[in-house]
C-alpha cells in the first residue's frame, strides 16, 4: 500500500510537547485509502469543543489514548471527494459530504470511539486532504438551500443533537404524554449542541429557554425565537439562586421539563434544582467537568430520568439530514470565515471566550 503526504496542523504528544499543546503546521503522512475508504479535500471546518478539550489533553491525552505521537484533529466539516475505494458503493468522486464522526462503533452502531479524536488511525479535518471511511460521510442534498459553510457547522453539533434529543423526547414523553407540547418547557446551558436541541424542540411546539453570558448570544437567541437567561449579571455567590429564579419566573413556578445541560460539575446541582416532577435531564457533554453528585432518593421521588448519549449512530445521522434540508433546521451562515494560516489563532480565541459565535468556521481548501 502506497503512502501519501499533505499539509496539515498536527497534535502532538506529550514527549514533543511536554509544555503546553499546539497545533504545528507540517507535511503529515498516511497510508493510502483502503477498499471501504475515500480520499478527500476537507472545504470547511467547524472548531468543536472536543478539539480543545486535545488541545488541553484532559479529560483525557488522546495521542496516549491512541498510542501516535501525532493526530490530526477535527471532526466536523464538509468535504468533496477526490477518489473512492473498491468496496465502496454509496459515494463517488466529486461528491460534497459532511464528516460524520463515528470513527468505531458498536454492533447496534452506536459510536465507542470519535474519529479525529480518540479513534486510533483516524484523520480529521485539519488538513488539506484527509481519508476517511464511507460510513464517516454523509452527502449533502443535491441543490440544498443551505451554504457548505452552514453544512460544516451542522455536522457534529446538530447530528448530536438530533440523536441526544431523540431519546430524550422519547423519555419525557414515556411518562407525561398527556402534556401538550406548548406545555413541555425545555432549557438549556453549553452552546452550539444545546442551541441546536432548543432549536428543534422549538419546531416541534415546545418552549424554548437558554442560559447564556454574552450581547451577541443574546441577540442571536432572540433572533431565534428562544427565551434567553442572561447569567453575567450573577457571582458565585448569588448563581444558583439567581438562575433558580430566572427559571421559575419563566415557567410559572413549574420547572422545566427536559434540561439540556452540557456544561457538568459546576451547574448540575441547579440543573436537577430546576426540573419539574417528571422532569428529563439530558446531555451528551461535560465542557467544564464530567464529575456530578447525585441524590438517588430525591431523584427517584421526583421521577426524574437522567440520559446520557455520545454522538449518533449513521442512520440518525441520514435522518438528521433529511428532516434539516426539509424544516431549515439550520445553523445560520457564519458572518466571518477564518482562513487556514489563522487556525490556531482561533483555537486560542475560542479557549478564552472571545468567540461570540457558537458555530466558528475555517476555510480549508475553500
Ligand atoms: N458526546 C457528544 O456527542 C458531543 C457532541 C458535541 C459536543 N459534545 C460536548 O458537549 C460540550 C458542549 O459542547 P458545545 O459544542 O455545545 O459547547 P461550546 O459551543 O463549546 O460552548 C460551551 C458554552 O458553555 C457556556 N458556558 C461556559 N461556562 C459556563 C458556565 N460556568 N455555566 C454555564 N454555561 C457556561 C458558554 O456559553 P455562555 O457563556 O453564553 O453561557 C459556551 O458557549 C463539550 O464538552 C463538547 O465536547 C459532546
Redesign the pocket.
Known amino acids: 500500500m502506497g503512502t501519501l503526504f499533505t499539509k496539515a496542523w498536527v497534535l502532538h504528544d506529550v514527549v514533543r510537547q511536554p509544555e503546553r499543546a499546539q497545533l504545528v503546521e507540517q507535511t503529515y503522512t498516511f497510508p493510502d485509502i483502503t477498499s471501504c475508504e475515500v480520499l478527500a479535500k476537507p472545504l470547511y471546518g467547524c472548531l468543536?469543543?472536543?478539539m480543545?478539550?486535545a488541545l488541553q489533553r484532559d479529560p483525557i491525552d488522546i495521542c496516549r489514548e491512541r498510542n501516535e505521537g501525532a493526530v490530526v484533529l477535527g471532526n466536523a466539516g464538509v468535504v468533496t471527494i477526490d477518489r473512492v475505494g473498491s468496496a465502496v458503493t454509496e459515494l463517488n468522486a466529486g461528491d460534497t459530504c459532511i464528516v460524520f464522526g463515528n470513527g468505531i462503533w458498536d454492533e447496534q452502531g452506536y459510536?465507542i470511539k470519535?474519529m479525529g479524536y480518540d479513534a486510533p488511525g483516524t484523520m480529521g479535518v485539519l488538513a488539506k486532504t484527509m481519508k476517511l471511511h464511507e460510513r464517516q460521510l454523509i452527502r449533502i442534498p443535491a441543490s440544498s438551500s443551505f451554504t457548505l459553510e452552514q453544512w460544516a457547522s451542522f455536522s457534529?453539533?446538530y447530528v448530536?443533537a438530533w440523536?441526544?434529543w431523540r431519546v430524550a423526547y422519547e423519555c419525557w414523553k414515556s411518562q407525561m404524554s398527556g402534556v401538550a407540547t406548548h406545555e413541555t418547557v425545555v432549557c438549556a446551558?453549553?452552546?452550539?449542541?444545546?442551541?441546536a436541541q432548543l432549536t428543534l424542540a422549538k419546531r416541534l411546539g415546545c418552549r424554548v429557554l437558554m442560559?447564556?453570558?454574552?450581547p451577541e448570544?443574546l441577540d442571536m437567541l432572540q433572533r431565534e425565537g428562544i427565551d434567553a437567561i442572561d447569567?453575567?449579571p450573577f457571582s458565585d455567590a448569588d448563581f444558583e439562586e439567581g438562575i433558580l429564579s430566572a427559571i421559575a419566573d419563566k415557567t410559572e413556578g413549574k420547572g422545566v421539563s427536559i434540561f439540556i445541560d452540557?456544561?457538568?460539575t459546576?451547574?448540575h446541582r441547579v440543573t436537577l434544582k430546576a426540573l419539574a416532577r417528571q422532569g428529563v435531564v439530558t446531555?451528551?457533554?461535560?465542557?467544564?467537568g464530567m464529575r456530578t453528585h447525585v441524590a438517588r432518593a430525591i431523584e427517584c421521588l421526583s421521577r426524574h430520568i437522567h440520559v446520557h448519549?455520545?454522538?449518533?449512530k449513521y442512520q440518525e445521522g441520514l435522518d438528521a439530514v433529511r428532516y434539516a434540508e426539509e424544516h431549515s433546521w439550520m445553523p445560520p451562515h457564519p458572518e466571518r470565515v477564518w482562513n487556514w494560516d489563522e487556525i490556531p489563532a482561533m483555537f486560542r480565541d475560542?479557549a478564552a471566550?472571545n468567540i461570540a459565535t457558537?458555530f466558528p468556521v475555517f476555510a480549508i481548501n475553500a
Open positions: 468543536e469543543a472536543n480543545l478539550h459510536p470519535i457534529l453539533r448530536s440523536a441526544n446551558w453549553g452552546g452550539g449542541v444545546s442551541f442560559v447564556c453570558s454574552q448570544r447569567r453575567s452540557n456544561i457538568g459546576p451547574v446531555t451528551c457533554g461535560w465542557k467544564l448519549t455520545h454522538f449518533a475560542y471566550g457558537y
